[in-house]
């Protein structure tokens, strides 16, 4: 039992001492009688030795009882487990139907024993209260306040979806929807939700006013066995493939179906993934389903998709020189086989026959000295592959000199690579750059980290920091020449690979060794691999061959990026038409639900396919309990600026207070006929 008003009551109490000062005033009344022989004598104060004392205790009593009970209804008397008295209350209602309110939960799931004590909560409103309801995550439609009627029928007929439950967001909608109303009556936001810590990020933003209640109802265990597949593009320049694994890292089975063929892929266990590429011929859209035999928690997240356009092989011939030994080597191995080893499998991870299918669209053929004397002059009329990759030893064969000059003719590329061979003065200035004499050590970190418009472009922030890291610990010393740029630069501002138009063609340089004499980085494979690939892909001018639809996840809002020759039309999906802007660009994509969707124009034109898979962050179903999600929630109370009354102590329990006010009225009424019943004043 508690008060929410202590200061009324205790004025109230203060008021018990009127009606004992009345019985101690007035005590019994005495009757006097008259003497005529006494009139015309002068009248004699008389004083009593006797104490003033109650003469009437339950009188005094009932009187105290009525002003006690008047104090304890002006004084807001609380009393635990008895129920609220109906009142009006702005009240939002934040609920959860996120892909994880799918998971089991005993003989039911989340979202059943959630949707239940929802439907049960608002039957207990109010009539005359006002009642939003936000989900998390959002479908679209802007929430609105309506009558509890009104939100029960809405309530009841919600489902959980696939997307992300996004709770920071969903408490900044409440928070905004609660702000709209005025404060002349309680307000109150009730969260139903399994709580996945997943659900959390971001929360630490959210400022809640302390005057509002806060109300959670958990469902679901704190931790369930599930996992899910999930399906992961590999950007790295023309890489082509795509990573499907298991979300917790674990190895299993998988059934791979495409073209109404199924094959079993193996995920190692350790590995945590298996890689395939996007082969097949070019420019066809094809669909891969992924299924998991797994019986767990969630069904849906056993089942991920992939689609993509089918990409062909691209050659790229790799200067491999025999019978020469650099300047400082030892004679124990040959550095440039060594260079020419570690880029063939930088741009072919997985050779034939090793997966399922190659990881990559390079296929690097070998260009030795026996291949120049036997073939030059057929490779010399022959087009031949756009890229030529030369790590320099020393001087190159005329031979060679010839094959290049007819790569750039017909528009080609060609990479350099430095290295101990390197002699800057047989090299000149093929690479549009003046190299100096000697080495010089790399800075530490080695590489700048801007890649905005540079060679790391398409990378994310923290995998070009980690570009920027590489192991390197040897370069020339190098000037530009001509119109030479550079693409990526030492942390120093040296060039650290460099473009440079000639003719028709272009030519590259890499401002250090492609082995392990200068440094590890070829030899670290989440390194020189994506480096390898961007670099080729820049090489070739080859934009179009990008991720132009990588999976996406359900309820997830995402730009589409079709290309500048759709522009000015519309796109249809998920029931509506979406303009294509003059870059080529789709904003607002939302698909609700995984699967493969063909993407076509306003007319029906076909124009790809896109995968929608389930969040893989639903599928981890690692929640908090009940009080520490409390705790987590009441810690963004905001500590200045609000009201200091709250509202909600005062309705819980507020019958009593309502009782005691009842009685004093009801007292007061009767006393006066107690008073004369019983001959008092």
Request: aromatic share 6%; charged share 20%.
């Amino acid at each position: 039992m508690s008060l929410a008003n202590i200061f009324l009551f205790a004025a109230g109490a203060a008021a018990l001492a009127f009606p004992l000062w009345i019985h101690l005033r007035l005590g019994r009344v005495k009757k006097r009688a008259v003497v005529s022989s006494l009139r015309l004598m002068r009248a004699a104060p008389q004083t009593s030795r006797r104490p003033r004392r109650i003469v009437d205790l339950p009188l005094l009593l009932l009187r105290a009882l009525i002003f006690l009970l008047f104090a304890l209804a002006f004084g807001r008397l609380l009393i635990p487990g008895m129920p609220a008295a109906a009142s009006r209350k702005y009240e939002v209602f934040v609920v959860d139907v996120s892909g994880s309110m799918q998971a089991k939960s005993g003989d039911s799931t989340c979202w059943n024993l959630a949707h239940e004590k929802l439907l049960q909560s608002l039957q207990k409103l109010n009539a005359s209260s006002r009642v939003a309801v936000v989900l998390s995550p959002s479908d679209g439609t802007t929430p609105e306040w309506k009558s509890p009627a009104q939100a029960l029928e809405q309530v009841k007929a919600l489902t959980p979806g696939y997307g992300a439950n996004r709770l920071s967001i969903a408490l900044r909608d409440a928070k905004r929807l609660l702000g709209e109303m005025p404060d002349d009556h309680p307000k109150a936001i009730h969260l139903f939700s399994d709580f996945q810590q997943s659900a959390f990020s971001g929360i630490d933003e959210v400022g809640v006013p302390a005057g509002i209640e806060m109300d959670l109802v958990k469902v679901g265990e704190v931790h369930s066995a599930n996992r899910g597949v999930a399906v992961t593009p590999a950007k790295a320049g023309l890489s082509s493939q795509s990573v499907y694994s298991f979300n917790d890292g674990s190895g299993g089975k998988l059934s791979l179906v495409q073209d109404g063929k199924s094959t079993e892929l193996t995920v190692a266990s350790g590995e945590g993934a298996a890689r395939m590429s996007h082969a097949g011929k070019n420019d066809q859209w094809l669909a891969r389903t992924l299924e998991s035999k797994d019986d767990d928690a969630i069904a849906i997240d056993n089942t991920a998709y992939d689609a993509f356009r089918g990409q062909e092989p691209i050659p790229v011939w790799l200067w491999e020189p025999q019978g020469e030994l650099p300047p400082d080597s030892d004679g124990a191995s040959h550095v440039y086989e060594q260079a020419s080893y570690y880029i063939r499998r930088a741009l072919q991870p997985a050779e034939e026959g090793e997966e399922a299918s190659p990881v990559s669209r390079y296929r690097p053929k070998l260009l030795s000295s026996a291949d120049l004397a036997a073939g030059a002059k057929k490779m010399l009329a022959e087009k031949g592959p756009q890229l030529l990759i030369v790590p320099v030893t020393g001087k190159l064969p005329d031979a060679l000199g010839s094959v290049i000059g007819r790569v750039l003719e017909n528009g080609g590329a060609v990479i350099y690579f430095g290295g101990p061979g390197l002699d800057p003065v047989s090299f000149k200035a093929s690479a549009g750059v003046v190299i100096g004499a000697g080495k010089q050590p790399c800075p530490s970190p080695a590489l700048d980290e801007a890649g905005d418009d540079g060679l790391w472009a398409p990378l994310d922030p923290a995998s070009q920091l980690q570009m920027a890291r590489a192991p390197l610990r040897l370069r020339h010393a190098l000037t530009l020449a001509g119109d030479t740029t550079a693409l990526v630069s030492y942390a120093d501002g040296v060039p650290f690979v460099t473009e440079h138009h000639q003719g028709k063609g272009r030519v590259y340089f890499v401002n250090t060794s492609a082995d392990r004499s200068w440094g590890d980085w070829a030899a670290s494979a989440p390194l020189f691999i994506p480096a390898m690939h961007l670099l080729a892909a820049r090489a070739l001018d080859d934009g179009t061959l990008r991720f132009d639809h990588e999976p996406v996840l359900a309820g997830e809002v995402f730009p589409l990026k079709l290309g500048a020759s759709y522009a000015g039309r519309s796109l249809k999906a998920h029931g509506k038409l979406l303009p294509v802007n003059s870059d080529g660009l789709v904003s607002g994509v939302r698909f609700d639900r995984p699967g493969i969707e063909d993407l076509q124009l306003e007319d029906g034109t076909p124009i790809g396919r896109i995968a929608i898979n389930f969040p893989p962050s639903e599928s981890v179903l690692e929640s908090f309990s009940q009080p520490v999600a409390l705790q987590r929630l009441e810690s963004l109370r905001q500590q200045s600026g609000d009201p200091v009354v709250r509202w909600d102590r005062e309705e819980q329990g507020g019958t009593a207070w309502r009782i005691c006010l009842f009685l004093a009225a009801l007292l007061l009424v009767t006393e006066p006929v107690i008073a004369t019943y019983r001959g008092k004043p």
